[in-house]
């Protein structure tokens, strides 16, 4: 039976706590090495003992992105055949566990089928995450004070992402196309189709990080090959056609410029439909970000499998290091019947603004639309894999 919306909704009013609060270890003492190293549950205790793991398999299913990126978040839904007191999440081989009460939600969570429910909860991913991947374990308390067997998610890979002063994240729970885009002060726009800021990169400099690539890439040595040279450009283009396909071309541009970058989109997923399953996008500053206003919004460009439920994701912000409570919209979930706005600007989910000043960051007052010719963002341009 498909999924209730209004189950969503729900949870997303729990979910929302996670981004104003702290998590509180058990009695304000004590090491936590799960938020140290891994993630953090707000609203939620850590309990420094063994996980408890019971007999009966009450949970009956449990998604979350097979990959996390480090200051982001990730969405985790499971289904129970009970209705629940309270959830516990620990981490394989980690000592403690997170425990979230969950009954002052059981009496508006509605059953999705006979005798089972649904929850979803928001982790917010450490920026200081060490491994290249781990695995989360899963328990419940049931209402009538059962204990359920320990479910686990699998493997989840850790993808290292720029953090800097500022970081802008989004996440998302199936395998469709959203875009992540800020607005600065200036008016620039950061996004998949302008994923820079920073110095202004010459032609000729541009150049020769193509001939970089090529004497990466082949055996030729392309550093001999000069920029005043019409012929010269022919040569490097056709190794360039010869490697496109092998290269990374956004990452390498990335490492080449990186003096130069002072904002980066560092990852953009599932484009244009080719799925890499990652399910996360980006934005960093690699120093102090210019003091104003910010918005952030979130398009569905494409929907890439239009059976499922519209897909829902969650933003995050981190400044200086710390995560940062912008707006309510933070957490939501496109229409199942919207298929994508093929990046039209009126389409954009508004989440929200925020100003950085002498204060330090904090949530404007109101929340500008943005007008669909602002800066028309040039055409659409290809997006690679």
Known sequence: MKRLNL??????????LFF?????DEGGQGRNPIEEGY?????????????????????????????????????VSFTSLAELQSVYIGVEGVRGYYEYDLSNVLKSVQRVQEDAYTYEIVLLMSQQIKVDEFSLHLSVLTKSGEVSKMISSGDID???????????????????DLDLHLFDPDGNHIYYGNPYLGDEITD??????????????????ASKLNYQNEEDWDILY???DEIYDRIDYDNEYYSYFKDKIEVVLDLDSNAACYIDGVNNENITYANAPKEGEYTIAVDLFEKC????????????VNYNGKPVYV??????????????????????VIIGTFKIGEGGLRSAPKVKALHPGRERIRELVFRKK
């Open 327 to 348: 707006s309510d919209k933070q957490i939501g979930q496109f229409a199942d019947n919207d298929n994508g706005s093929w990046d039209t600007p009126d389409k954009y």
């Open 20 to 24: 104003s609060c702290s998590s509180d």
């Open 305 to 316: 499998d239009r059976s499922k439920a519209g897909a829902k994701y969650s933003v995050t």
């Open 7 to 16: 189950i969503w909704c729900v949870s997303v009013c729990v979910c929302l």
């Open 158 to 176: 850790v993808i290292e992402v720029g953090t800097g002063s500022l970081q802008v994240s989004l996440a998302w729970d199936q395998f469709d």
């Open 238 to 240: 056709d190794y360039l």
């Open 204 to 221: 000729e400099e541009d150049f020769l990080f193509e001939c970089y690539l090529v004497s990466k890439y082949t055996n030729f040595d």
């Open 39 to 75: 993630f953090s549950v707000e609203n939620a205790s850590f309990v420094d003992k063994a996980q408890p793991d019971g007999d009966r398999a009450v949970i009956s299913e449990l998604q979350v992105n097979s990959s996390a990126i480090t200051g982001g978040s990730s969405i």
